[in-house]
């Protein structure tokens, strides 16, 4: 499905889809207790239905209703198939997870998700006796393994070590998870926080014994901070929009945006080490002002490679950009209409829609069905705001 946007400045009310990252781990914790919970929750995006899918192998089933949704114990699974969509948060955690309980799993999804960096939870399973069978569009495990004390990197993604952590919170001794290369260091502050708030103590490397229990009778799922960075970039260029459901501090790493972009501005060179999603909407605010980018290098390995098409999608508007030894630069200019090839990706779409409402002619995204990933809601949006400034 293609899009075509018409140029029309943004001005309005906007409420933030859930975030995908603390819903992940709470999902898990939940299935991981064997007791029920409820999460306040505004939408389900594929990724997070995806790991509902999950939970489900574990033997959890989900109800939602009127914002509300249940996940209630049922009969664990000896033999699962698991569809994870396209969600590399959910089949690199599942990976880590369901082995230590479900000895037949198929693990599923679009061929797209099997061609991401998958050898580390690969190699970890088979060096504790798990078997992994590879095929085209799935990977298959059998046997089961125990928690145990591990290194881990994480120099490419840190979601492998997150399952492991998620999964050690079931063990009956301590487990010690040592993590080398922390690139990703603000989302397994975030497991470890959110690890706490189920009542299982983490001392250093250390999580401990103890009971799974749930933080509260409702737990609400926080806004997502990525997704609230491209509307913070709209505003520098000129829109007027107000998120409504920010609130307060946030675990999400993303958070760190307007501080970001502000560091932008003053002209310094942007350290994306631990937040490199934030280079689409920093690349969108910086066709205003120019911008400079560093420590993105990861990006190669989305949904797409993200450096090469923020690129294209720069250069489709006209705007003039570089990479060269892992420095992103961004030339400020007139953004002007376009066709945009996501490759898949939501977050160039997100992107391509903000630059969108500034360009000088319409703007025409193709597979724009991708934002269903993460936000099922955001070409309504969209269009909300633009008619809200009508």
């Not at 979601?159 to 998620?166: P, R, V």
């Not at 919170?169 to 080398?180: F, K």
């Given at each position: 499905m293609n899009i075509t946007l018409t140029p029309s400045p943004m001005a309005g009310h906007i409420t933030l889809p859930p975030s995908k990252s603390v819903a992940h781990r709470h999902f898990f914790l939940a299935a991981l207790s064997g007791k029920p919970a409820q999460f306040k929750i505004a939408t389900l995006s594929d990724d997070l239905r995806a790991t509902l899918n999950a939970v489900g192998a574990l033997g959890m089933e989900h109800h939602i209703e009127k914002g509300v949704l249940r996940l209630m114990p049922k009969n664990k699974q000896t033999k699962a198939t698991v569809d994870c969509i396209e969600s590399a948060s959910t089949l690199r955690m599942a990976m880590m997870i369901l082995p230590t309980q479900i000895p037949d799993i198929r693990f599923t999804g679009k061929a797209s998700l099997f061609a991401r960096p998958m050898d580390e939870g690969i190699t970890y399973l088979k060096n504790r006796g798990v078997e992994v069978h590879i095929e085209k569009d799935a990977i298959i495990t059998r046997n089961t393994y125990t928690p145990e004390s591990t290194a881990m990197s994480g120099k490419i993604t840190?979601?492998?070590?997150?399952?492991?952590?998620?999964?050690?919170?079931?063990?009956?001794?301590?487990?010690?998870?040592?993590?080398?290369?922390?690139t990703s260091a603000p989302y397994l502050h975030m497991t470890e926080e959110i690890i706490k708030e189920w009542s299982i103590r983490i001392k250093g490397d250390i999580i401990c014994s103890g009971e799974l229990t749930a933080p509260a009778p409702l737990i609400t799922i926080e806004e997502d901070r990525s997704h609230a960075a491209y509307f913070h970039a709209a505003n520098a260029l000129g829109a007027e929009i107000i998120m409504k459901n920010i609130s307060g501090e946030s675990l999400q790493g993303d958070d760190a945006f307007p501080e970001l972009l502000r560091q932008m501005k003053e002209g310094k060179t942007v350290d994306l080490t631990f937040h490199p999603d934030l280079l689409m909407p920093l690349a969108v605010a910086a066709t205003k002002t120019g911008g400079v980018m560093t420590g993105v290098e990861r990006l190669r390995y989305k949904e797409s490679d993200r450096i090469a098409t923020t690129r294209e999608m720069l250069t489709a508007l006209s705007i003039e950009s570089s990479y060269e030894s892992d420095i992103f630069t961004v030339s400020p200019g007139r953004v002007k209409g376009g066709t945009i090839h996501t490759g898949g990706d939501h977050r160039i779409a997100f992107a391509a829609a903000i630059l969108a409402s500034v360009a000088d002619g319409p703007v025409t995204v193709m597979e724009s069905q991708c934002v269903e990933k993460s936000w099922p809601d955001f070409w309504n949006t969209i269009k909300t705001l633009g008619e809200d400034n009508r």
């Open positions: 840190s979601q492998f070590i997150t399952g492991a952590m998620l999964a050690a919170t079931t063990a009956s001794e301590p487990v010690t998870i040592t993590v080398r290369e922390k």
